[in-house]
């Protein structure tokens, strides 16, 4: 099956930081730029940051600016999101999903995964 793997979720204090991954699972990322999103209950899903096919052009949505990075190891078929200083509206489902040029409509993308989930508070 052709998709993401989203991983790395978990409840975490505000301030706190957490680190999460996905893997591509039956096909190759070399080709894609990756885009993380979230969805927050009774939300839509909205983009947050993503990352060209060489790793050389990042995104970021103004709400993450500056506390989020976004990275790819292209050998390990991995993308990953490194996110510091998490606030409570932070708290979402986070997926990734790959396509041929960042965009920042989810509809654009494929190879959805489950995601993961993510929540701040104290």
């Known amino acids: 099956q052709l998709q993401f793997v989203e991983s790395g979720g978990g409840l975490v204090q505000p301030g706190g930081s957490l680190r999460l991954s996905c893997a591509a699972s039956g096909f190759r990322l070399n080709s894609y730029d990756v885009g993380w999103f979230r969805q927050a209950p009774g939300k839509e899903r909205e983009g947050v940051s993503c990352?060209?096919?060489?790793?050389?052009?990042?995104f970021y949505s103004d709400s993450i600016k500056g506390r989020f990075t976004i990275s790819r190891d292209n050998a390990k078929n991995t993308v990953y999101l490194q996110m510091n200083s998490l606030k409570p509206e932070d708290t979402a489902v986070y997926y990734c999903?790959?396509?041929?040029?960042?965009?920042?409509?989810?509809?654009?993308?494929?190879?959805w995964g489950q995601g993961t989930q993510v929540t701040v508070s104290s």
């Open positions: 999903g790959a396509y041929y040029a960042c965009s920042d409509r989810p509809d654009r993308y494929g190879y």
């Open positions: 990352i060209s096919s060489s790793g050389y052009t990042t």
